[in-house]
């Protein structure tokens, strides 16, 4: 396993470079939309907040900043979810063909995740200086949070490729689980205090990653950081495990896929 994953840096590298290439030579607004949607995002709960349509509790950091860098960070996740399955899809034909590690497909689509991911931060430090928000020295251990948003994101979308490759169904309801999944996490809203709410919350996985990294980016303390530090160890062991699972599947996909 391992030396097939030494084996595909190269082929990864040159997969990625040709897909970015792609993703953004044939789109007319090109890089832009790396954070067209998570911007759009935020300015619709802005909105519905300032208009009164909807009551968010008070949170630690302005609104906009608090719901625009929860955008961003689930942006990165999303990403990181999509990257397996997309990568493998978009090789069909080649897995079909010849005989590779298949491995490359997996780091190729990291490659893309923190390629659009390091476009996104760019903005969001920059939306965050022009708002008066200093992360501090806070700032040197959000990569740490980066890549758990990619550890965490590739290990649940390299368990859901396997189904995906034979089952389109995952691809496209997998945007709808975690646009819902998003409203359990504190993306736009803040932790609830009581209720069944916050219990929900607290047991979501997904929540240290996003606070620890957002409280990193702009210079809040980390009370999440035990949870954090769980959450990413048995992602870690889920990896493993799911990189095992996928290595002996795709002998079994690429024949129902070439027949």
Known sequence: MFRDLLASRELAWRLAVRDISAQYRQAFLGILWAFILPLANTLTWIFLCETGIISVKETALPYPVYVFSGSMLWAILMDAVNAPLQQTNAAKAMLAKLNFPRESLVISGVYQTVFNAGIKIFLLL??????????????????????????????????????????????????????????????????????????????????????????????????????????????????????????????????????
């Open 126 to 259: 920059a939306v965050l200086t022009f708002l008066g928000i200093a992360p501090g020295w806070h700032l040197l251990l959000f990569p740490l949070g980066l890549l758990s948003l990619v550890l965490v994101g590739t290990a649940i979308g390299l368990l859901l490729t396997p189904v995906g490759v034979l089952y389109s169904d995952i691809g496209k309801g997998l945007p709808l689980l975690m646009q819902f999944l998003m409203y359990l996490t504190p993306v736009v809203f803040p932790m609830p205090k009581s209720g069944i709410a916050a219990t929900i919350y607290a047991i979501n996985p997904l929540t240290p990653i996003i606070l620890t990294s957002r409280n990193w980016l702009t210079g809040m303390p980390s009370e999440s950081l035990p949870g954090y530090i769980l959450v990413n160890i048995l992602a870690l062991f889920l990896l493993v495990a799911v990189w095992i699972l996928f290595r002996l599947a795709m002998p079994i996909l690429i024949e129902r896929m070439s027949s």
